[in-house]
């Protein structure tokens, strides 16, 4: 008999999100600094006229200064909002004090 030992999809989040949010500051830190290195490093940031990045929250990949970077380079950047009956919505920004706390606290664009 064949035992299946492959995890579902809910159990991989689950551990996904108990390993990120066991993390340090510290370790956070140092760990989205190296992912945004190489993100910045990349052709494909070079070449793009706009980014869309998402606001972090619960040990995620710090990406507020990534944010600031892209639109210092003269990178249009988006951020995603949630709208009701719309799902996500990517509204571009200049700037992050155009971000307030929306749904589930995460930031996103005011009002929009």
Do not use: Q
């Not at 108990?18 to 340090?24: I, P, V």
């Not at 500051?25 to 992912?35: D, F, L, N, Q, T």
Request: aromatic share 6%.
């Amino acid at each position: 008999m064949k035992v299946n030992t492959l995890k579902s999809k809910k159990e991989l989040r689950e551990e996904a999100m108990t390993k990120r949010l066991g993390l340090s500051a510290e370790e956070v830190k140092h760990k989205s600094h190296k992912i945004m290195s190489t993100f910045f490093s990349l052709d494909y940031y070079k070449k793009a006229n706009a980014i869309m990045f998402y606001v972090e929250m619960r040990n995620e990949v710090v990406t507020k200064e990534a944010i600031v970077k892209a639109l210092s380079d003269a990178k249009k950047v988006a951020v995603p909002k949630v709208k009701k009956g719309n799902g996500l919505l990517a509204i571009e920004i200049s700037n992050l004090n155009e971000l307030t706390p929306g749904t589930f606290g995460v930031l996103e664009p005011k009002g929009k």
